[in-house]
Nanobody
């Protein structure tokens, strides 16, 4: 079992930045593909970013490319989502997730472990 805890959400104005972190309970954190998803009111949960087990490969949704970056530090059991130039449409609850698989990383069903989410609100 893996417990995930997100932090770093908050209220920011458009154009601002936030850094979200996710801390995992297990030191075997490095065997998991890590993903970030978000869900806005009335919308389905959508893929934001993913990072491979060793951090060598990353993937970002088209809507956040050029603005967000994802990284991980396996020694600290953490994954970080750096969000720059935030837009109102980025407003959502952001979730960290872990998967023992390396395929289908953009699908919610791939992930076995989820954090409780952290709210990001971007004002105009």
């Amino acid at each position: 079992q893996v417990q995930l805890v997100e932090s770093g959400g908050g209220l920011v104005q458009a154009g601002g930045s936030l850094s979200l972190s996710c801390v995992a309970s297990r030191r075997t954190f490095g065997i998991y593909t890590m993903g970030w998803f978000r869900q806005a009111p009335g919308k389905e949960r959508e893929f934001v970013a993913a990072i491979s087990r060793n951090g060598g490969l990353t993937s970002l949704a088209d809507s956040v490319k050029g603005r967000f970056t994802v990284s991980r530090d396996n020694a600290k059991n953490t994954v970080t989502l750096q969000m720059n130039n935030l837009k109102p449409e980025d407003t959502a609850v952001y979730y960290c997730a872990a998967s023992p698989r390396s395929d289908n990383y953009a699908a919610t069903r791939t992930y076995d472990y989820w954090g409780q989410g952290t709210q990001v609100t971007v004002s105009s």
